[in-house]
């Protein structure tokens, strides 16, 4: 034998088309010999066909209104038939009662009657609304109207003002405060004083720099200058009058030291010591009137 053709399954959204979906169920039980007057197998068989807020629905009513098909087709065109779903004003309540929630500075009073006008013109069950209701609240404050296991929308609303009442709604006013202080502009024109004040250091730190290598740039250096004074020496040495004065000539930079015994008024090139003995500054060399060595240890006496 064929297999007859499955009915779709409807969910109660807003797309879909409650009154195409009851005419094909009734055609799907008529093809499979289950009788409207049958109500036990025709209520059965609605029951697996429905899924989502359409099979809440359904397990929300009560056994009388499972008595009788006539009773459930009645309440199933009230419900999703008789309102235009794919009207706009219809999608448009429905958007904004999924988005419901407390808002800061609204009474949870009124918050309650806008859920519940929405959920009117919704049709929407109580326990749809006390879904909707807990959800909508500040998270503290749902958490204590949620530990209450309540079974209505009226006892959620009662618990929920008792939990503002023990302050549960502080920190979410709080925080909404705090949120209004924190005013952009303000907070642009502090990081603009902050980077202003970064700059600002930036620049002195630059010029700070570019005076210090300025002041090196300009300051003499006695080390240039002494070996300046010893190439002058060496290019143009002075000129003497006999072998004595040529060995005791002393440069006329008196604050140089001799490179070889680091005694005064004279320098390398003209120094006459040996290498050998002590060298000191306060010797005087009475061969050569040099200071730094004495006659024993001045080349003068080896004939150097």
């Known amino acids: 034998m064929e297999k007859l053709a499955n009915c779709r399954k409807f969910g109660g959204y807003p797309h879909e088309n409650a009154a195409l979906f009851i005419a094909e169920f009734e055609s799907y039980a008529t093809l499979h010999n289950i009788s409207p007057l049958d109500d036990n197998r025709i209520i059965a068989a609605l029951h697996l066909h429905l899924t989502g807020p359409a099979l809440t629905w359904f397990n929300s009513l009560s056994s009388e209104n499972k008595a009788s098909w006539e009773a459930i087709v009645h309440l199933f065109n009230d419900k999703y038939v008789d309102l235009d779903w794919q009207n706009p004003t219809v999608m448009l309540d429905s958007e904004i009662f999924e988005n419901m929630s407390l808002s800061s500075g609204q009474s949870i009073d009124d918050f309650y009657c806008q859920l519940v006008e929405k959920a009117n013109t919704l049709k929407k069950p109580d326990h749809e609304i006390l879904v909707k209701f807990i959800k909508g609240l500040p998270e503290q404050l749902a ?162």
């Not at 902050?194 to 600002?200: E, G, M, T, V």
């Not at 210090?212 to 000129?239: C, G, I, M, V």
């Not at 015994?261 to 040996?274: A, E, F, L």
């Not at 003995?277 to 730094?292: A, H, K, M, R, Y």
């Open 143 to 304: 958490f204590f109207v949620r530990a209450g296991n309540h079974r209505d929308s009226p006892s959620a609303l009662a618990a929920a003002k008792m939990g503002e009442a023990y302050g549960y709604r502080k920190a979410e006013l709080q925080v909404a405060a705090a949120s209004k202080q924190a005013k952009p502009s303000d907070k642009r024109d502090s990081e603009f004083a902050s980077l202003q004040s970064q700059i600002d250091t930036l620049t002195k730190a630059v010029q700070n720099l570019t005076a210090s290598k300025t002041d090196e740039s300009t300051k003499p250096n006695r080390r240039t200058d002494r070996f300046a004074y010893s190439r002058q020496q060496a290019t143009n040495p002075p000129q003497a009058t006999n072998s004595r004065q040529q060995a005791t000539y002393l440069p006329q930079a008196t604050n140089n030291l001799c490179f070889n015994c680091s005694s005064p008024n004279h320098i390398k090139r003209y120094c006459n010591w040996n290498g050998q003995g002590v060298s000191s500054s306060d010797i005087t060399c009475q061969l050569c009137d040099q200071n730094g060595h004495s006659a024993v240890n001045c080349k003068r006496l080896s004939g150097n």
